[in-house]
């Protein structure tokens, strides 16, 4: 027997088969039922696959569906259409946490500052706030830093091209962290500082938002790396005029963070040297920490 024989009767043996089965009332998966009623079932059958395929990507030949899904997805969920509670948002801001999901975290935390209208955040709110923000522009530091320190190999080594390629990733990430300081200094300037009546709470958000301009500081260049060191250095010198205990571990916070802001962005190692002396003078579990 041929080779095309034996194609022909597999073929033959096949759609036998199939009207064998169909005879016996044994219908295949893709079987269009005649009666009226299995046939509307069928037709449900059909758009509830026609809605759950992806939409047909124009840029594929053909037409193809495209099964690569893009986020975010275009249609908002339950939870962002309905605005949620105080309470509620704060939970969720606690549940982003636990799942490490920052970036949400902080969209929770933002929503309990603006729906809040004039009412100072407890503690526990405020910590949350600095936790969300503080491990979503950590993270794109750190990237920063890494890139950065490519940079400088790869120029040492003379591979111009991979040199314009890391300056264009390393503008991305510039972007990123500029997005986000801006984020929280808006919302320190028009929220959290004039709704702060506690010292406490003042000195905390003085704090921060010198903290924020020192991340632009890092990477600015030129006039706006002078602008966001004097922002800077105003916001911490507020923040020490205040009636909190130097022994407090806000104003102890403080202290170590304008050190730093002394020895890395105006290079001051002597004064940076000196506020730190002070802090482990007041502290000495400082001492531990080192």
Known sequence: MTLAQRVRRGRCGRIKDSRVREKQGILSP????????????????????RLAAPPVDPTMSGGRRSWIVSWPPDRPSKMSAVELPR?????MAKLAEQAER?????????????TI???????????????AYKNVIGARRASW????????????????????YIK?????????LSKICDGILKLIDSHLVPSATATESKVFYLKMKGDYHRYLAEFKTGAERKEAAESTLLAYKSA???????????????ALNF???YYEILNSADRACSLAKQVCLTDPSCFRMV
């Open 145 to 164: 830093r890494i890139v950065s320190s490519i940079e400088q190999k790869e120029e040492s080594r003379g591979n111009e091209d991979h040199v314009a």
């Open 168 to 176: 264009e990733y390393r503008g991305k990430l510039e972007v990123e």
């Open 117 to 131: 209208s004039g009412e100072e955040l407890t503690v526990e709110e405020r910590n949350l706030l600095s936790v």
């Open 102 to 114: 920052y970036e949400e975290m902080v969209e929770f935390m933002e929503k309990v500052v603006k």
């Open 240 to 254: 020490q005029v205040s009636e909190l205990a130097s022994t407090h571990p806000i104003r102890l916070g403080l």
């Open 30 to 49: 893709l079987h269009c039922p005649d009666d009226a009623g299995s046939r509307s079932s069928w037709d449900l059958r059909i758009r509830r696959l």
């Open 259 to 261: 050190s730093v802001f």
């Open 87 to 91: 309470e509620d948002n704060v939970y």
